[in-house]
């Protein structure tokens, strides 16, 4: 249960109820007391009409409700009331408009209030604490998880360990035609008379067995008048390294047990009886886009399989042990919530973390760090890359759509506040949707107490 509070300074001077756009604030005993976000109106709804935003409060979808008053009935502190038109009032978004509006500050959240007592309460032992971002809620936690990175300042996307990975987990893409040498040298592994160094080529020992012309991943050798050759372009690769995360999302998603996280790793048991749409959910949600089906036959115990799970990584450390220029490495990767300056509460790490542990507050997020298993998927997807990651994938929004629904505003404009693209006009009595301007962050869409904005986007694989 999540709440905006009134501190002892209130002195009732009625700002924030006249700002709060759902009326969920009223004075007692002269001091601002509002909806406690409990969610009892939201169980008890029988027409599913409320329900929990992104920020853990609560909003009325006018188009589902019918005024039958049983959020009201069931109210434990008697905040909500239906007016005569049948709209219902006195249910928290969670918005913080209160906040804004108090002149001498006495409203705070209660995620703020909690984490200014836990600071306190370390600095009474005289504990030098960091440094800390604004937007996240502070906690003493941290979730990690072991996977293999990449140090982008060494590789050179030359693609030998996309070649080498037993489960092709790894996709190196490199912004140049096709027949052009990576420099991967997996043509001087093949070579059965050592005959290439250093994409050089012995033309007096070399048996034109054709071995690395058959192995060349970039199809870069060719043979001409009797000679073997090797296309070369004097510049440095340019492009993208994605590999699998060992987050173990897949295996969470997949059906049935032929899919496990063992010790850490990932396994694959082709012996297990499954079908392709055992990871259809798995395939799909994979953060990094990795995941996949081929369609190679194998018979395994008597068995015919007529498609194999690949893009898992399964922590064999192939990839480390072939990279020449030790860019590949074995890494415990570390998160304890905490979000950049940049973050503008816009909802999208929200929105598409898979086990929804993520909400929004006032200052930032706030991250269930006890169940993150550390997927990246916030931070993929963030657009104002405010969440770190480890990874190069990046999604972004390919086009949408974002319209405000006239006659399920309030006209309470918190959109137009949040709105970090200045892209939500103010037209007097009503607020309208600059498309020109508009980035589809959702911002908007999730601040909107009263579910009147009409908001739908697509993303793609930014590279």
Request: proline content about 3%; hydrophobic content about 30%; aromatic content about 8%.
């Amino acid at each position: 249960m999540i709440m905006f509070l009134s501190t002892n300074e209130c002195d009732g001077n009625g700002e924030c109820i006249k700002r709060c756009p759902t009326e969920a604030i009223r004075l007692i005993n002269n001091k601002a007391f509002s909806c406690i976000t409990c969610g009892a109106c939201y169980r008890a709804c029988p027409n599913n009409a409320i329900y929990k935003n992104k920020y853990g409060g609560y909003v009325v979808d006018r188009a589902k409700c019918n005024g039958c008053g049983i959020c009201q009935y069931n109210c434990p502190i008697n905040n909500i009331k239906i007016t005569e038109d049948g709209v219902v009032k006195g249910i928290c978004a969670r918005c913080g408009a209160c906040v804004d509006s108090c002149p001498i500050d006495a409203r705070v959240d209660g995620f703020t209030l909690f984490k200014t007592k836990q600071l306190n309460y370390l600095k009474s032992f005289g504990i030098e604490l960091p440094k800390m971002n604004t937007p996240t809620i502070f906690n003493n936690k941290t979730v990690s998880r072991v996977s293999v990175n990449t140090n982008t300042d060494d590789c050179i996307l030359c693609g030998r360990c996309d070649y080498y990975c037993p489960t092709n987990a790894i996709n190196v893409t490199v912004d140049k035609f096709d027949g052009i040498c990576n420099e991967c040298g997996v043509c001087e592994d093949v070579c059965p008379t050592n005959s290439i160094n250093n994409g050089i080529i012995n033309h007096n020992t070399c048996t034109k067995c054709l071995k690395c012309l058959k192995s060349c991943p970039s199809h870069a050798i060719n043979f001409d008048d009797y000679k073997i050759n090797i296309i070369k372009l004097n510049q440095r690769n340019d492009g993208t390294i994605i590999s699998c995360l060992n987050c173990g999302l897949c295996s969470d998603l997949s059906k049935g047990d032929s899919l496990v996280k063992i010790n850490n790793k990932l396994v694959f048991d082709l012996s297990k009886d499954f079908s392709s749409e055992d990871f259809e959910e798995s395939i799909d949600k994979c953060p990094v886009s990795i995941l996949h089906l081929n369609n190679e036959t194998l018979n395994v115990n008597g068995i015919v399989k007529d498609s194999l799970l690949e893009g898992y990584c399964v922590l064999c450390g192939n990839c480390v042990d072939v990279c020449k220029q030790d860019a590949r490495s074995f890494n415990i990767v570390e998160w304890d919530g905490s979000v950049s300056d940049d973050c503008i509460r816009c909802g999208t790490c929200a929105e598409f973390c898979p086990y929804d542990l993520i909400t929004l507050t006032y200052e930032g997020i706030l991250v269930d760090l006890d169940n993150c298993i550390l997927c990246e998927t916030c931070g993929i997807y963030c657009p104002k890359n405010a969440i770190k990651t480890t990874t190069l994938a990046k999604k972004r929004v390919l086009d949408g759509f974002n319209q405000i629904d006239s006659k399920s505003c309030i006209y309470c404009k918190l959109c137009y506040d949040i709105c970090p693209e200045n892209a939500i006009i103010d037209n007097g009595d009503s607020v309208s949707v600059d498309e020109d301007k508009c980035i589809y962050c959702g911002a908007c869409y999730n601040i909107c107490p009263s579910r009147a904005i009409i908001f739908d986007r697509s993303f793609v694989n930014k590279n």
